[in-house]
């Protein structure tokens, strides 16, 4: 018998999604057995408080968790998140339910012999709940006790080999598409540079020095799996200098139907017969390729790359072979002066291991000394560049000067020259502006 | 219970402490033939709804079957997850950014075998464990934030939305039957930890009503000049009280100017926002941020509120489905919900989906506001 009745709950049991409701269930019952005679760390029936405590929410509109506290591993800023019931005596199973965010593997591969270790170890010292996985992409586990925080990061440093992830005023989890292991698109190893930047700055996730959260994220492509443009404080976005490469005799194929458009995505409609003209030509939004003759041509020079040709043709057309990256810089949702997409600081950059990504880390660097120097408490990198000027990244950021980098130049002509920049400086006599002007 | 020690030992904490490690190396959890043909990948196609196949340079192909979670899961499921990746993948899987779980094979008709397999797993309460799709022109599985199960900020609940959102839209995620992928996600509060800024449909929880001042506590807990700075608005200044004869250090609302982000309250837990009138959910729609033919794009505000209905807030999936049908019969094929919206007009997106355009539709935060206006006379009736 359920420890709390949750009949607004239940009703989320039916339907064809997954219910998380169900879940929980099954996961209090099984806490319930505990066929493995485990000497459970944290309160058994935590699953059902849970719930018992989500029911109150639906009932009363209103959350039931306490506003943060301050808990962590010692020597961290980051990785552990307090949380606390506002109504423990209900339900003293979760009165005290800590988040741990775990540092997720680049791309969120897994063997089944990791995800069972974590299993294992969050089934003994935590709730057995999980978010599988954060917005940013951490492994996120859900409800443990303070008593536990230090035993479980030392059994997933010295058991799991896996360390946590950030939270607080530092960089968080840096997260990367899938990239080079299963896609053809990828234009750089996203997963491997993710990864040597989790590591080379492992300080900065863990002890916050930042003004606020800072964010790394990887697309290999411009098609964006891991919305990196849109949430980034840096994204780096795969890109290419060449041409695209054409495989006349697929695009033939496409055309006359042997095969499918867009990979088979649009398969579930009837949208009639493949229109290469119509589907492919007329939707470049650079009118840069035209289909004369049975054959498909791009003028590359006038690509913007935005991969529709290639994604309603991906076995005729591959990206080209001159590869690397794009950063933009400064996205964030809308707290606190509305929303901002990352703006293009660098067009291109090459993505190179054999110098351990150098380039990149004097970029990264470069903006990071200055956002510390300049940006006021709680301010994104992205908002101190709208108060400094997009210029003064420019530079903090060591990158030249592109007129890639606006869309359009600036309508107006307040111009912020410096003293250096003007013929005879600033300074001057007004004792010699009175022999031609009278008073 | 026996407290268990891990070996740490809280005497000696820097004793064989490790730190710093990071995460493995993801090559550690690559499966065999995703290792071998790394980087070498030729081309992909879509099978069938929720069954990609990518072939190599090398004559390799992988099969992936992609399903949907609800992404609170517990290890009881995670556990029935790696039993099916053991059984089927050799024991490697993988999650996608939205959530799903994608199993690989190397064996079409077996990866076809697995699509069936999972399909017809159930949990007692009759929803489908691990549903098939979230490929191509559909709806795929939509990030999400806490909510009620585990914030202290948010304005409604994620895991319920997400999972009436869901249901309601089903069809949609096991086909792919709409003129171009449609994100759906959702955030809680305003503070967006789900970054559904750029969604095609966004589900956002918000609050309306400005905060409670704690004014005997206030002092003790916060910081009153942190407060003060965090209000983007200038709202919140220093203030005292007089409560039974005793004066307290507290700070006082410029109400008219709260635009309810609840950013104080993140500085200090004495200004509590959330009410259960107040409280519910704003939908916005026509963002992407994928470079595809058209820039990324913001959503925008199409609902400004919709009350807090649990547990399947009907209202909002109503909404969600009308829109969801009106661009489905309206857009183009390729053609994203947002760009389908800006080519017949705003105007017209608001006829078509039978959405009231009220005033709060009208942008009036800062600068960008002006961009949002019209600035000609063209226009449509």
Redesign the interface.
């Known amino acids: 018998m359920a420890k709390h009745k949750t009949p ?20 209090a019952e ?1 806490r319930a057995k505990n066929e493995k005679g485990l ?3 944290i309160p058994a029936d935590c ?1 059902e408080d ?1 719930l018992g405590v ?1 029911e109150l ?2 009932n ?9 506290g301050i808990v962590g591993v ?3 800023g980051g990785g552990v998140i307090g ?1 606390y019931c506002d109504q423990p005596e209900q339900f003293p199973g979760v009165a005290h ?1 800590h ?1 741990i965010r775990v ?14 270790d ?2 294992d170890l ?3 010292r935590g709730s ?10 951490d492994i996120v586990l ?2 443990t006790q303070t ?1 536990q925080l ?6 997933l ?2 058991n799991l ?3 946590l992830g950030g939270s607080g005023s530092n960089l968080r989890t840096p ?1 990367a ?2 990239g ?5 698109y ?1 234009c750089y ?1 996203s ?1 491997e540079l993710c ?1 040597n930047l ?2 080379e700055y ?2 900065e ?2 002890r916050p020095a930042f003004p606020y959260k800072f964010k790394f994220k990887f697309d290999a492509c ?10 980034s404080d840096l994204s780096f ?1 795969g890109t290419w200098r060449d041409n695209i490469r054409v495989d006349q005799e697929a695009v033939a194929a496409y055309v006359g139907g042997e095969i ?1 458009p ?8 009837d ?1 009639g017969k493949f229109d290469i003209v119509k ?1 492919v030509v007329d ?1 470049c ?1 650079s009118n840069a390729i035209s289909y004369e003759g049975g054959k498909l041509s791009i003028n590359d020079k006038e690509c913007v ?4 040709c290639i ?2 043709m ?2 005729a057309l591959r990206i080209g072979e001159d590869t690397g990256c794009s950063i933009l810089c400064g996205a964030k ?7 901002q ?1 990352g703006s293009l600081l660098v067009p291109f950059i090459e993505v190179n291991k054999d110098d351990d990504y150098q380039a990149i880390k004097d970029v990264i660097e470069g903006v990071w000394d200055w956002w510390m120097e300049e940006g006021k ?2 301010e994104r990198v992205g908002e101190t560049m709208k108060r400094l000027g997009f210029g003064a990244l420019v530079r903090a950021a060591g990158v030249p000067i592109d007129a890639r980098q606006v869309q359009e130049p600036r309508h107006n002509p307040y111009i912020f020259w410096k003293a250096e920049e003007v013929e005879g400086g600033w300074e001057r006599s007004i004792d010699d502006f009175r022999k031609r002007h009278q008073r | 219970m026996a407290f268990i020690s891990s070996g740490y030992n809280p005497e000696k904490p820097m004793e064989n402490r490790i730190t710093d490690i990071g995460p493995q190396h993801f090559t550690e959890f690559l499966q065999p033939v995703i290792k071998k043909n790394f980087g070498k990948w030729l081309y992909h196609e879509i099978l069938e709804a929720g069954v990609l196949k990518h072939v190599a340079e090398s004559g390799d192909a992988v099969y992936t079957v992609r399903c949907g979670t609800a992404r609170l899961m517990t290890v009881t499921h995670i556990r029935e997850i790696c039993d099916i990746a053991d059984e089927w993948c050799g024991g490697y899987l993988r999650f996608t950014t939205r959530n799903n779980i994608e199993f690989m094979l190397e064996d079409e008709a077996k990866a076809l075998e697995l699509k069936k397999f999972l399909n017809g797993q159930k949990f007692s309460g009759g929803s489908i464990k691990f549903p098939v799709g979230g490929t191509g022109a559909g709806v795929t599985n939509i990030v999400h934030t806490q909510g009620w199960v585990h914030c202290h900020t948010p304005a409604t609940d994620a895991s319920g939305t997400v999972k009436a959102t869901m249901d309601a839209v089903f069809d949609q995620f096991t086909d792919m039957k709409l003129p171009a992928p449609v994100r759906i996600s959702m955030a809680c509060c305003l503070n967006m930890c789900g970054a559904v800024h750029c969604s095609d449909i966004a589900i956002l929880g918000i609050h309306r009503k400005p905060p409670i001042i704690d004014h005997k506590y206030l002092d003790n807990l916060c910081e009153i000049p942190l407060a003060v700075a965090a209000c983007p608005t200038g709202a919140v200044r220093p203030s005292k009280v007089e409560i039974d004869g005793e004066t307290y250090k507290t700070v006082a609302i410029k109400e008219e100017r709260c635009m309810f982000c609840g950013n104080c309250y993140t500085m200090c837990p004495s200004l509590p926002l959330a009410d259960k009138e107040g409280d519910g959910i704003a939908l916005m729609v026509g963002g992407k941020v994928s470079n595809r033919i058209t820039k990324p794009a913001f959503s925008k505000v199409v609902v400004p509120f919709i009350p807090n209905n649990p547990p399947r807030w009907p209202e909002m999936t109503d909404v969600i489905t009308r829109i969801l049908n009106a661009y489905s019969e309206g857009a183009n094929k390729y053609e994203r919900l947002g760009d389908w919206a800006a080519r017949i007009g705003w105007e017209r997106f608001f006829e078509v989906c039978d959405l009231e355009f009220t005033e709060h539709l009208i942008d009036d935060f800062r600068d960008p506001a002006y961009y949002t206006w019209r600035q000609t006379t063209q226009f449509k009736w």
């Open positions: 607004l709950l239940d009703q989320l049991e039916s339907g064809p999604w997954p219910s998380f409701v169900s879940d929980i269930k099954q996961e099984s000497d459970y760390q699953p849970l989500l929410s639906y009363d509109g209103e959350t039931h968790w306490k506003h943060g010692f020597g961290y949380r339910f988040t540092a997720q593997p680049s791309g969120k591969f897994y063997t089944t012999k990791f995800l069972r974590v299993c969050w089934d003994l057995g709940l999980t978010n599988m996985h954060g917005a940013t992409g859900l409800g008593p230090e035993e479980i990061f030392f059994e440093t010295h080999n896996n360390d997260a598409c899938m080079m292991s299963r896609c053809e990828a190893d997963q990864y989790t590591q492992q300080d996730l863990h411009p098609n964006g799996c891991v919305a990196a443009i849109a949430r976005l499918a867009n990979a088979g995505a649009h398969a579930g409609r949208w589907e939707l939004p790359r935005c991969m529709h994604n309603t991906p076995r949702a809308p707290i606190l002066d509305g929303p997409m408490n709680r």
